[in-house]
Nanobody, 120 residues
Framework: QVQLVESGGGLVQAGGSLRLSCAGS????????MDWYRQAPGQQRELVAR???????DYTDSVKGRFTISRDNAKNTVYLQMNSLKPEDTAVYYC??????????????WGQGTQVTVSS
């Protein structure tokens, strides 16, 4: 019903920047939030950034001041601009959305993930 496709991951040196993109498609009634999570091998999945329907944004403390989440609603795309990258930012980054369907039920969808590797 809903598909999310991430792009923009890759290898970057510490202090560098990357911009991740997540393009969504499918039939929904309302997007409640669009989010970025990340997960390193053997570690818990972590919410990195969230963009709410009201337009507010939230970030985990470790990325505040360095990462910025933004939306282009016309393109059904959410971005994560990552600056001043650190080796500890290395992880697979996943796009995620919470939506309300036309049946008034809420659903969560995940992208396939994109690898971000920050070298020292």
């Amino acid at each position: 019903q809903v598909q999310l496709v991430e792009s923009g991951g890759g290898l970057v040196q510490a202090g560098g920047s990357l911009r991740l993109s997540c393009a969504g498609s499918g039939s929904i009634f309302r997007i409640n939030s669009m989010d970025w999570y990340r997960q390193a091998p053997g570690q818990q999945r972590e919410l990195v950034a969230r963009s709410t329907r009201a337009g507010t944004t939230d970030y985990t403390d470790s990325v505040k001041g360095r990462f910025t989440i933004s939306r282009d609603n016309a393109k059904n795309t959410v971005y994560l601009q990552m600056n001043s990258l650190k080796p500890e930012d290395t992880a697979v980054y996943y796009c995620h959305t919470d939506v309300t369907a036309f049946n008034a039920k809420t659903y969560s969808y995940w992208g396939q993930g994109t690898q971000v590797t920050v070298s020292s």
